[in-house]
């Protein structure tokens, strides 16, 4: 081969007629080279990582030195006197799952979590399935509404609620008495724990209602019109439409809100300090406000860190169904 015949099949380091792909193990092979220096390449670890050390600092060694205090007695001499707490062992895990008042507390928060979840759920469901069938401006109305209301501080909300249900100058007080035959002159909503509590979950569902409604108007939509129109052209109304076609494609949306309220209202506990002037009764007690309680109301903190991480584990399931889900719509993505 002559050194024009090479000039002419290679120029520039590039050949000009390379040869056919199954013949050419050596580019197939620099292939997973460079495919491994991409993995290998340290920016993206880099840029991930302050947000990693962010979150072991506020979220990792919490919960660790809780862990730890369950397994102690402090109390509050051990903190004015420098201490150091005795090891108890699971004590406070005995003592705390052989009490019944700590089980009253769990039913009473699961009845309290059902209802805000499925009121919650329910509301913002219509919402978003009611801003579909409006116009335009009125839709963004309610965006900007709803928008406020999110954006609202909690202290503000709760004047408001107490304002509504006060006993001496309530507005809903006031209405109910206008109608004929009832007197609710003067009415306490708050000393019956089971229209208090009512009254609290209302505070809880209005303030949820803006995230969900709009989480839920989202996935709305993203539903093809075209499915909808073969749902009537196939016989398919209302409800039969909503079932078959409107749910199962916004269902992943509302699986993962569902999911994150339960986790939200678990943690109530501002809300009923607020709307019980910082000094809940016992039937006002769940396992958030239980916990506080324990710990600085009792000054048994090592109780009180206890109860918190047997609700960390309560949820725990919770937690893990929520990754099942964020892990099936990645996978659909």
Known sequence: ??????????????????????HRPALKGAGRTGLRNRRRRPLPY???????????????????????????????????LGVAPPWVGFDQYTSVLGDGEFWGVVLRTLVFVVVCVVGTMGAGLLIALLMTQVSTWVRITMSVVM???????????????????DSNYGLVDQLLTRLPGV????????????????IIALLV???????????????LTQIPKELEEAARI??????GIFR????????????????????????VLGQILLMRNG?????????????????????????????????????SGVAVYYLRQLLKIGEVE
Request: glycine share 6%; proline share 7%; net charge negative.
């Open 1 to 22: 081969m002559s050194a024009a015949d090479t000039h002419e099949q290679v120029v520039g380091g590039h050949p000009l007629n390379p040869p056919p792909a199954s």
């Open 46 to 80: 880099l840029l991930i990582a302050p947000a990693l050390l962010v979150m072991v600092a506020v979220l990792g060694y919490p919960l660790v030195d809780t862990l730890v205090l369950s397994f102690q007695d402090e109390r509050r001499n051990n903190l004015w």
């Open 147 to 165: 928008i406020a209301v999110w954006a609202m501080p909690l202290l503000v909300a709760s004047s408001v609620f107490k304002f509504m249900f």
């Open 183 to 198: 007197d609710y002159t003067g009415h306490n909503w708050f000393l019956n724990p089971t229209t208090g509590m009512g």
């Open 205 to 219: 569902i209005w303030g949820a209602i803006p995230f969900i409604a709009i989480s839920l108007h989202a996935a």
């Open 234 to 239: 196939d016989g398919a109304k209302g409800f």
């Open 244 to 267: 078959y076609v409107t749910f199962p494609v916004i269902k992943p949306v509302f699986v993962m809100t569902s999911t994150l309220s339960v986790i939200w209202d678990v943690g």
């Open 279 to 315: 000094t809940p009764e016992q039937d006002y007690q769940t396992l958030g406000l239980y916990a506080y309680t324990q710990a600085f109301t009792v000054n048994s903190f090592s109780r009180g860190a206890a109860i918190s991480i047997i609700t960390v584990l309560l949820l």
